[in-house]
């Protein structure tokens, strides 16, 4: 969108959802087209969604191993080995 004066400002309201037509130079204050005024400092910018921490990535990987491995029991398949030996390894990094 174009920064010249007398173009709309285009911000978007976190929470209204609405785009803003004020003109540019509006001082920081806000306008939807249904009239609903705003003031920049109401807005809350929240940072991107970050990654799951990597020890609750380990507990929950090993609540999958588990399950897996049981259904594979209850299949009465074997289920890859590896699946048993990476477990061991994340239970002996979690109680270290």
Not at 19 to 33: I, N, P, S, Y
Not at 48 to 69: D, Q, S, Y
Request: hydrophobic share 40%.
């Amino acid at each position: 969108m174009a920064t010249e004066e007398g173009m709309t400002c285009g911000a978007k309201h976190k929470l209204l959802g609405a785009e803003c037509v004020a003109l540019k130079g509006h001082a920081g204050k806000h306008t939807t087209a249904m009239g609903n005024q705003w003031d920049e400092s109401m807005c809350v910018v929240k940072p991107p969604l970050g990654i799951m921490p990597f020890n609750l990535w380990v507990e929950k990987r090993m609540t999958e191993l588990v399950l897996a491995m049981s259904r594979y029991i209850e299949a009465e398949l074997e289920y890859p080995a590896d699946w048993e030996g990476e477990y061991v390894m994340l239970y002996n990094w979690k109680n270290e």
